[in-house]
Structures are given as C-alpha cells and as structure tokens.
C-alpha cells in the first residue's frame, strides 16, 4: 500500500511500553510495518506561539500535497510518467531531516518560513513554464491544423509546388480545383469548354483525399470569374490559393520551428528512466525498524540520481526535480507538524516519539486502528471514546471527531501520486 500514518505518543516510560505494545500486536497480526520517524530538536517559544504555527503549517500540508499532485498530473498530461512511486516509499521510509536546507537550530517559525517560500517559488516557476509550454502547444496544434482537414479547409504549402504554376505571366494564371471523386472524368471532358481561354491540356491531379482530387488548370486571367462560375454549376470547386513561394517558405519554417521547440522542451526516453532513475538527491537514509525482522533496514545509501538523459528537455528536467523539491518539502512539512501537535498535546520539554506506520493491507486498516485506539486510549479517554461513539464531543475541538485521536496522528498518502 502507499499509504501511510504518522503517530507520536509521549516519551516517558509508560508510553515507551505501549509503543513496544502496539509493535508487537501490529508484528504479530501482520497489520502494518513500523518504523523510528527521527524528528530534531527544534527551538520552541511559547505554546501560544506554536497554535498559530499548527494552522499555517496545515494550510502548507495541504499546499505542498496539491502542488506534488498537480506535479505528477503535469507529468502524465505531457504523457510520460517518471517519478517511480518506489522512490516516494523509499524517501518516506527512510527519512532524515535535511539539516542543510532546513537548520534545525534555526527559530521553528523561520524553518516554517523558509519551505514555505521554497513551495511559493516553485509554484509561481510551474506556472509560468505551464503557461509558456501551453502557448507553444497551443500555437502548433494551430498551425497543425492547417496541416489536416479535407481539401477544402487543410492549407496547400506541403502539397504545391512551384512547377504546377503558371508564375510571373501578365496573361496567365494557375488555378487549383477540387473534383470529387466520382466526377473526374466529367472534369477531364469538360473543363476546356467551361470557359473561352483556358489553356489545352493544362489540368493535372496533384493530390486527392477519400472525398475528391485537387487538379491544376491554366487560363486567361480576365476569364477567371467566368470559370468559377462555371466550375461551380458543375459541382467544380476552384480553391482561393495563389502560389507564394515566400509565404510558403515561412509557413514550413514555422511549423519545424515549432516542432523543434515543443521538442526541445519536452521530451525523453521513459524507457531509460524508468529502468535505473531515481528520484531524489544523494540520501543517506537511517531506518530503525520497530518489527518485521524480515524487512532490511540499517545505514541504507538511495541510489544515485541518474544523470541527464540524452535528449531530456528542460521543462522535463525541471519537472522531475522540482517534483522532488516539492515532495521532500512536503514530508518536511508532516515532520514539523508532528512535532508542533505533539508539544502542543503533550507539553514541555520535548519529550515524545514519532512512528511510522505502514498498514499492509487496505482490509487491516481498520484493526489496525482499533489496535492503536486500546493501546493508547489511556492518553485521552475522552478522544478514545468518541471514536467509537460519534455523539460524544471533544470540549474546544474544531476538528470532526474522525479526524481526532488519543494520539497524534497524521495521514500521508502516495497514492494520490500514482
């Protein structure tokens, strides 16, 4: 499962026992995976100080997690998806604040601040590139509709050429016409005689689609409204097309232009990525399991971040990294949280332990949970009983009682990324 929860409980010893407690029924019935989720030290204020923090830091959850899912729909809306969901599980399951990024012995609302600013960045940058992406697309698809569509509407600079013109005649003129398919050999037989002045032999096909062919015929100029005239009363249809060799000319530059940009910009081989990428930075990674023997954990090293592909445009490289800036930010985000509810909840000194919990089964969810609420009811009875009776209400909770546990709790889903 990709789904996660993130508790903590008091440190003292009584609630070391339940934590050793809730390891060994969740091991033994095979309810979830638990490990250490290490949390620093940060400096605290006030616990008035820190009420405010709790609400901007949900309102930046809840900011970092649509911007990661916004990043994986941009991915799949470019239609090549390279973020692997193991990397996401690895990250989670092995996290370690990053110090460097986010000092830890800074004041906690300026940590707050500095992510914060990092995920307004990144959001403004996404839009801009989108925008810019967008309007590149939007200008080929509309110059690659020219390219398309029946004979009627579909442009005729890939088509032409110049030698089935007549160009640079003071009487002359090459006129283009549609036939539909089962009036070709009327058209050979009559268009001569459609008008006085057209030149002997002078049609050719040059090309024809499922409804009709697109013939060349030569004329006078001066007869030219005579013969569409003409044309048109014998379901002939002459195209408004003046061969413009200029014209022409750019139309092609536009369009490889254009491709060439969208290209640029985009583009890669997912095959390659997707058998050795990963998705973040170097990582050293620390795991302390808390059961499963059977699962590896000690001084773990995530694998490299495989250099630049060949041929990987730079909207794609910004994507995939910035994709991983945002979810790195993200995790640090529920770190903090954990960290502010818990003092919050539990008081001063710092004192508690954050675990991770990974429900291995979607069926177990719900033991699991009445597993956690007998293992730590005795931290709010009250909490505890609402659970199982939804009537009951919490003095001072804003919160649906749902959404309220003895113990802190948040939830982390990756399958929202997939």
Not at 9 to 35: C, F, H, I, W
Not at 59 to 73: N, Q, V
Not at 100 to 112: F, G
Not at 173 to 182: A, E, G, M
């Amino acid at each position: 499962m990709s789904e996660f929860w993130l508790i903590s409980a008091p440190g003292d010893k009584e609630n070391v026992q339940a934590l050793e407690r809730m390891n060994t029924v969740t091991s033994k019935s095979n309810l979830s995976y638990n490990t250490k989720f290490a949390i620093p030290d940060f400096k605290v204020g006030t616990l008035d100080s820190l009420v405010g923090l709790s609400d901007e830091l949900g309102k930046l959850d809840t900011f970092a997690e649509s911007l990661d899912r916004g990043r994986r729909a941009q991915a799949h809306v470019l239609k090549c998806v390279c973020i692997l969901p193991v990397d996401l599980t690895s990250f989670v399951t092995h996290f370690e604040w990053d110090m460097a990024k986010y000092p830890a012995k800074q004041p906690l609302v300026s940590v707050v601040d500095t992510i914060a600013k990092q995920l307004a960045q990144i959001e403004m940058d996404l839009k801009s590139r989108t925008a810019a992406y967008n309007t590149l697309k939007t200008n080929l698809e509309n110059l690659e509709k020219k390219f398309m569509g029946n004979l009627f509407t579909r442009t005729l600079s890939d088509i032409v050429s110049k030698e089935d013109f007549v160009l640079d005649s003071e009487y002359l003129i090459t006129l283009l016409v549609i036939v539909p398919k089962p009036n070709y050999s009327q058209w050979q037989k009559t268009y001569e005689s459609l008008s006085d002045m057209v030149v002997p032999r002078s049609t050719k096909l040059i090309t024809e689609d499922k409804e009709g062919g697109l013939f060349t015929v030569t004329l006078f100029r001066k007869v030219i409204e005579d013969f569409k005239t003409k044309a048109k009363e014998n379901k002939f249809t002459v195209r408004e097309f003046y061969y413009d060799e200029k014209e022409i000319k750019r139309e092609r530059e536009e369009m490889a232009r254009l491709l060439s940009d969208k290209k640029q910009q985009y583009q890669t081989s997912c095959v390659a990525l997707k058998k050795g990428s990963s998705t973040f930075p170097d990582h050293k990674v620390k795991v302390t399991p808390l059961g499963n023997p059977d699962r590896p954990a000690a001084g773990q090293t995530d694998r490299e971040r495989e250099s630049e592909g060949e041929g990987e445009g730079p909207l794609l490289r910004w994507l995939k990294v910035n994709f991983s800036e945002a979810f790195i930010a993200w995790i640090h985000v529920k770190a903090l949280r954990v960290f502010v509810e818990s003092v919050l909840r539990y008081g001063l000194p710092v004192n508690f332990q954050a675990v991770l919990l990974q429900p291995l089964k979607k069926s177990s969810t719900k033991r699991l949970r009445e597993v956690l609420n007998s293992v730590f009811r005795h931290l709010d009875e009250v909490a505890a009983t609402s659970i199982l009776d939804a009537s009951v209400e919490i003095p001072g909770l804003q919160l649906n009682n749902q959404d309220y546990f003895p113990y802190v709790y948040f939830h982390i889903d990756l399958s929202l990324l997939d």
